[in-house]
């Protein structure tokens, strides 16, 4: 007789990430393709992850820990950022509702972004796809396609 204990859905605890299988599969996808300019996210509190070190040389003044620890809010140009968290709540609801499968969730955006010191603003064109996991998390997927250096927004007042 086992007494090995019931596991319902396998997972890997990574300091504050619990791994699920479709969270394993991202970053596998990130490890064949060490090129590839990618990332997660998680939706509910927005915080970077998971970052290929080819995503983190794209981040002005950070290391890849640094950058594999940002939340959107602390780089996200304001407006950029409300607008993606009304699109993100919908395909969130979607998602879990049924309505719609990951793969319909891919979507291209164009974003503005600073860097730490608040000095250097640039644009990132990434390529996104939402999904649930097996905890009913929900998480971003992307991959960024090209980056280009601004002149800071004049919106924005600086204090």
Known sequence: MSHDPLIATPTVEIGALTVTRKLLDKIIWMIENPK???ALVRVHDEAQLVISQASAQLIAGATVKEAAQRKRAEYWHPYDLLSSRIR?????RDLKNGIIRPEDTRYDLSW???SK???N???FSNTY???VDELG???QFSVNSG????DPPADLIVV
């Open 137 to 139: 998390i929900a998480y």
């Open 88 to 92: 993100i709540s919908e395909q969130v």
């Open 147 to 150: 980056v280009e250096r601004i």
């Open 129 to 131: 796809e939402t999904f």
């Open 121 to 123: 603003w640039r644009t």
């Open 36 to 38: 590839a300019k990618a």
């Open 117 to 119: 010191d608040g000095l």
């Open 112 to 114: 503005r972004g600073v």
